[in-house]
């Protein structure tokens, strides 16, 4: 049977979807919306930083953070492939999405280590 | 006017009203690329557009090839690119087409034999390469009786039953216009149907064939196949619930190599 590593990728870009849809809107609308417009007294730099630090928190943030930028990396994989039709580029493509969310992931990982 | 003998007592709808049908041309003998021909046809009220065109083959133009049997949307065979949409021309209405002209196309994504008859000889070799049929480790013997089944287990695969081999889907799937390869959607449908029969155990050799590039990984769920399917089979619904298990095997055969399959 020939292997293929399409399901890892697919459960990832899944997993991304599901939770930037979930969650990315909350994010947004109370750091978007709600605070600079007063709607919600904004808080405290220090206070911020803490709840940040905390394990569970920097947990939430890198799943977050990584799995959207693999959302985002299979998607746009098949947006080049099928959408421009770039078939015969399809192993540049693929580490050029997949290597840019793992770019991210080692640089969201390093920012919420080093908070 | 007189009456068409074909609609039996098909009304007229406003007195003499016609409508034109621009319909696809390829006479393989007689020309190199294919061409649109315009015919005239009375609009009747209950008339769908394969009654037109029947119309034009018994009283204008009995060049015309195209294929149909039922007309009642059983049989599958009479699906064509109407107006650019996939649709089987025995359930789209002349009325809700109107004031035209109504263009009538081979199904998109296949080869064309002659006029709006499409060669579908890929779909025929990739549905039985999927073994759409129970497959049993040990069949019982015919005193053991029949598999007996709840309804439960019935309703878990009779949706994906109901396909009628209509190829609207492929016509409709972009993914299968780009890529021939790509097993399709109403093949994995139809694996799907048995897969999830609980009579079944075939679902490891289905694998073999559909849990690969060419097969549910090339679906990129744009679900066009489950807006054309005249039957309601949702054939990306089964595309992606194909992907679901085949991605907890996935995991299941990397994190615990010896538990076998």
């Known amino acids: 049977m020939k292997t293929t590593i399409e399901p890892f990728w697919w459960s990832l870009f899944g997993a991304g979807g599901t939770l930037a849809a979930l969650f990315i809107p909350i994010t947004l609308i109370i750091n978007g919306l709600a605070i600079p417009l007063g709607w919600l007294d904004a808080p405290a730099y220090e206070n911020v930083l803490q709840l940040a630090r905390h394990p569970l928190a920097r947990t939430y943030l890198f799943l977050l953070i990584s799995l959207s930028f693999y959302h985002w990396a299979h998607r746009f994989r098949f947006t080049l492939y099928d959408g421009l039709q770039l078939k015969h580029l399809n192993l540049l493509i693929a580490v050029i999405c997949y290597g840019g969310a793992t770019v991210g992931t080692i640089a969201a990982g390093y920012t919420l280590i080093n908070l | ?261």
């Open chain 2, 1 to 261: 006017m007189a009456v068409d003998s074909l609609a039996g007592n098909a009304a007229v709808v406003a007195g003499g009203e016609m409508v034109t049908l621009e319909v696809f041309r390829y006479r393989p003998e007689e020309e190199t690329e294919p061409v649109y021909q315009a015919y005239e046809v009375p609009v009747h009220k209950d008339w769908v557009v394969l009654d037109a065109l029947n119309h034009i083959k018994d009283h204008l133009d009995g060049t015309l090839s195209f294929r149909w049997s039922c007309r009642m949307g059983v049989c599958g065979s009479c699906g064509m690119m109407v107006n650019g949409d996939a649709t089987l021309t025995c359930a789209t209405f002349v009325e809700s087409l109107l004031p035209g002209p109504i263009r009538v196309g081979p199904l998109e994504n296949f080869p064309v034999v002659r006029d709006l008859i499409i060669e579908m000889n890929d779909f025929m070799e990739k549905l039985e390469s999927v073994k759409p049929w129970i497959i049993r480790d040990e069949e019982k013997s015919l005193e053991d009786g029949a598999y007996l089944q709840t309804p439960a287990q019935l309703a878990d695969f009779k949706q994906f039953s109901m396909c009628i081999n209509c190829l609207l889907c492929y016509a409709a799937c972009p993914v299968y216009g780009l890529e021939p390869s790509f097993t399709g959607p109403a093949v994995i449908a139809l694996a799907q149907r048995y897969n999830l029969d609980s009579r079944d155990q075939g679902a490891g050799e289905r694998n073999a064939i559909l849990n690969t590039d060419e097969g549910i990984w090339q679906c990129t769920l744009v679900g066009e196949c489950s807006v054309v399917c005249p039957k309601d089979v949702d054939p990306a619904a089964a595309i992606q619930r194909y992907k679901v298990s085949s991605t907890l095997q996935w995991y299941q055969k990397l994190l615990m190599p010896w538990s076998g399959k």
